[in-house]
């Protein structure tokens, strides 16, 4: 008799392998110096920005719901994770019943749950509306969402307002970054290839076929869009516990733009794009830094929507066009 | 003010279906060219008009020629990312030392403010030159297209753009002229923006721009008449707001009233829907 590994735990297995490669590789990258903190930096934050734009990317990409207020919801699940961590920390300090970690990834799930939340209470009535005019809507509502957390000081003194919220712990280390990373591929990738999701993309090709075989057409359509935004809150939930300081700014509606030149550069509908151009979006951005002598530096922004424009121009159907990594391919669906 | 921007942004949209995010850029070049010709060139104030509305319109019919037109017939998410990337190349390659410079520039007063009261209400005669202004271009456009040969070419593409050009419409002519004239009229809007709030810097045509875009969607997009309407409306709704609540809540409240209108009216205030069919 052979010994049969259960389903599940071999599933397990399978998820827990890439994140253990990838912690461990980039943790002895950092312990023996071949990156320096600079560029460790940039890898988490490429991490973070591609967790939030692989859930713009199910809401875009996959159900084709056109939303331009993805930075907002980011910013509720950042906020809502730093506040409770640094409730936390300020309540318990060292000597509390859980571990710090612990109480991160709770927060975590509490940003991530926050931002799905909300997305429910927003999508509810703006996702009746279509194509270019639900872009507006969602916006708008970035642009609300900015201007409260402009003045999240009155009702709230620790979110900081305008000034920016401070003494958030660090606690987004390499790990977490990349289980965050891997939990997302996995999560989206799943999705994607379930029943839900070829729903999802049966909507984005033709909303009244879809309906004709059966697919509650709305219903779907907050599904998609609450599971992309729970995506932007984990995401903005590592971010500020990455660099520890929020600021309004970091939230407002030019940040989901961002976002979505990484989703379409990478090709709408591309798991493989979207993980690719967030990568190459950050380390271009962040990397000019370095690269540029410091008296070209504004000429940062110069090149980067040149090279967009560029790019746009060459591949209009994005860098990956249909084409995915075979690790993110379905088994029958391609 | 934002009527002027708005009425390009409608245009635009109307003709091609496209966010033109590089509009509230395109105002703001206008701005500046107007701060040279007053500064460099010492122009009088209709040659400075003129001037600024003509830069204008030729820089958007090249951005038009060069990154749109190639994308015409790609995904509309294509040429709508590429506004996004012609907008930020617009503000940061006009912000390097070399071209205008990051920093703010006092724009000139061509003229002294003089403050009139009608029936108590204080006026001052920028204030009043705007709404001509704005009141003349409503017109001036209205006329344009509804009663010349170029607009009833602009409305044939703006209904089918295809049978447009079966039916000997030259449909290229006909969207680059849209936007320059579109372009033109943000010219026009940014000199008056410099005389009303006289400081201007490279980046002053973000907000600008996207509320025109917001006020051109709350009037109902591809409209002319819609476009002031829902110009007016978001100037009230900020000037109220900052008067009686706080001026911190600005933004978000005229954004609320735009959420509100188009869950009750989808294709806005004055907008026609379109009939879907299978």
Known sequence: ?334 | MYALIALGYTMVYGIVRLINFAHGDVFMVGAFLALYAIERLGLPLPAVFVCAAAGCAALAVAIERLAYRPLRSAPKIAALITAIGVSLFLEYFTALHQVFGPNFYAFPRPFDVVSREFGGVTVTNIQGIIFLATLATLGGLQYVVYHTKVGRAMRAVSHDPVTAGLMGVNVNAVISFTFGLGAALAGVGGVLYGIAYPQINTFMGVMPGLKAFTAAVLGGIGSIPGAVLGALIMGQSETMTSAYLSSTYRDGIAFLILIAVLLVKPTGILGTARVEKV
């Open chain 1, 1 to 334: 008799m052979t010994v049969r590994i259960p389903r599940v735990a071999g599933n397990i297995l399978k998820a827990l392998l890439p994140f253990c490669l990838l912690t461990a590789t980039l943790l002895l990258l950092e312990s023996r110096e071949y990156l320096n903190p600079f560029w460790i930096r940039i890898i988490q934050l490429s991490c973070v920005v591609a967790v939030s734009a692989l859930g713009l990317n199910l809401i875009y990409g996959f159900t084709g719901l056109f939303s331009l207020g993805h930075a907002a919801f980011y910013g509720v699940g950042a906020y809502t994770a730093a506040l409770l961590m640094k409730g936390f920390v300020g309540a318990y300090g060292e000597e509390s019943f859980l571990p710090a970690q612990a109480a991160f990834l709770g927060s975590l799930a509490a940003g991530g749950i926050a931002a799905a939340l909300l997305a429910c209470l927003v999508g509810l009535p703006t996702l009746r509306l279509t194509s270019d005019y639900l872009g507006i809507a969602t916006l708008g509502f970035g642009v609300i969402t900015k201007v409260l957390f402009d003045n999240a000081d009155s009702f709230l003194p620790q979110l900081g307002g305008a000034r920016g919220m401070t003494g958030i712990p660090r606690m987004t280390e390499t790990p977490w970054v990349v289980a965050g990373l891997v939990a997302a591929i996995l999560v989206a990738r799943n999705l994607v290839h379930s029943t839900y999701g070829r729903a999802l993309v049966a909507i984005r090709e033709d909303e009244i076929a879809a309906s004709t075989v059966g697919i509650d057409i709305f219903r779907y359509k907050v599904y998609g869009f609450t599971a992309g935004c729970a995506f932007a809150g984990v995401a903005g939930g590592l971010y500020a516990h990455l660099y520890t300081f929020l600021h309004p700014s970091n939230f407002d509606f030019l940040k989901s733009f961002d976002v979505l030149m990484i989703v379409v550069l990478g090709g709408l509908g591309n798991l493989s794009g979207t993980l690719v151009a967030s990568f190459g979006w950050i380390f271009l951005l962040e990397g000019m830094r370095v690269l540029l002598p410091p008296e070209y530096i504004e000429f940062r922004w110069v090149i980067i929507p040149l090279l967009l424009i560029v790019t746009m121009l060459v591949r209009p159907q994005g860098l990956f066009g249909r084409r995915e990594f075979p690790f993110l391919r379905g088994k029958v669906y391609r």
